[in-house]
């Protein structure tokens, strides 16, 4: 089993950057499938993006140029970098871990441990 816990999210302007981090406690992360997701009040969690345990990503169209997902398995923890930030980034937004192998990368049932989120406001 694995504990996440979110942290870096924040209040920024439009075409600014953030640093999310997710620190992996418990089995370590090298053995999960990483995944960042988002969501909105009265919307679906949609993904973000993901990384597989041998460094492979996978963009939302919607954030391919902008955000990069990375993970440092000695340090247990997964990146998202986030640049030109635009209003319509807002939200909540959580990593995800999935022990198993296969599935789809941006399916919320994929994935069998949720972090708690941190919130990100992106002003015009």
């Known amino acids: 089993q694995v504990q996440l816990v979110e942290s870096g999210g924040g209040s920024v302007q439009a075409g600014g950057s953030l640093r999310l981090s997710c620190a992996a406690s418990?089995?370590?992360?090298?053995?999960?499938?990483m995944g960042w997701f988002r969501q909105t009040p009265g919307k679906e969690r949609e993904g973000v993006a993901a990384?597989?345990?041998?460094?492979?990503?996978s963009y939302a169209d919607s954030v391919k140029g902008r955000f990069s997902v990375s993970r440092d398995n000695t340090k247990n923890t997964l990146y998202l970098q986030m640049n030109s930030l635009k209003p319509e980034d807002t939200a909540m937004y959580y990593c995800?871990?999935?022990?198993?192998?296969?599935?789809?990368?941006?399916?919320?049932?994929?994935?069998?441990?949720w972090g708690q989120g941190t919130q990100v406001t992106v002003s015009s």
């Open positions: 995800a871990a999935d022990w198993k192998y296969g599935g789809l990368w941006y399916l919320v049932p994929k994935y069998d441990y």
């Open positions: 418990g089995y370590g992360l090298s053995n999960y499938y």
């Open positions: 990384i597989d345990r041998g460094g492979s990503t």
